[in-house]
């Protein structure tokens, strides 16, 4: 079971990017999904995540007016949309799943027990 991540690149301060998370093998639909974040020098981050049928959201505090997530159950693909991006949120940008449709959730803390992971999206901020 692979995720794959696609869309990152290089952006200017202030710029926009929209992030995609699909599946190499199996079908996202029946998965909740969670978007992560690895900013030099600091530990993997969650920053938004999504249930399975994309009712429920919740956005990291940190980010909070500036990430979006959603997802297309119909080409079973989860987005990750970023405004007003900032040096800061220079980065290698994950999505992570349970195992298994029931493993791996979207609460009011963030995506708990992620499993399954792609190999990342990079995301550079910079003039």
């Known amino acids: 079971l692979q995720l794959v991540e696609s869309g990152g690149g290089l952006v200017q301060p202030g710029g926009s990017l929209i992030l995609s998370c699909t599946a190499s093998?199996?079908?996202?639909?029946?998965?909740?999904i969670g978007w992560f974040r690895q900013v030099p020098g600091k530990e993997r981050e969650g920053v938004a995540c999504?249930?399975?049928?994309?009712?429920?959201?919740n956005i990291a505090d940190f980010v909070k007016g500036r990430f979006t997530i959603s997802r297309d159950n119909s080409n079973t693909t989860v987005y990750l949309g970023i405004n007003n991006l900032q040096p800061e949120d220079t980065g290698v940008y994950y999505c992570?799943?349970?195992?298994?449709?029931?493993?791996?959730?979207?609460?009011?803390?963030?995506?708990?027990?992620?499993?399954?992971w792609g190999r990342g999206t990079l995301v550079t901020v910079s003039s």
């Open positions: 093998d199996f079908t996202l639909n029946y998965y909740a």
């Open positions: 992570g799943a349970g195992k298994q449709p029931s493993r791996g959730r979207c609460t009011d803390s963030g995506y708990r027990d992620p499993e399954l």
């Open positions: 999504i249930s399975k049928s994309g009712a429920y959201t």
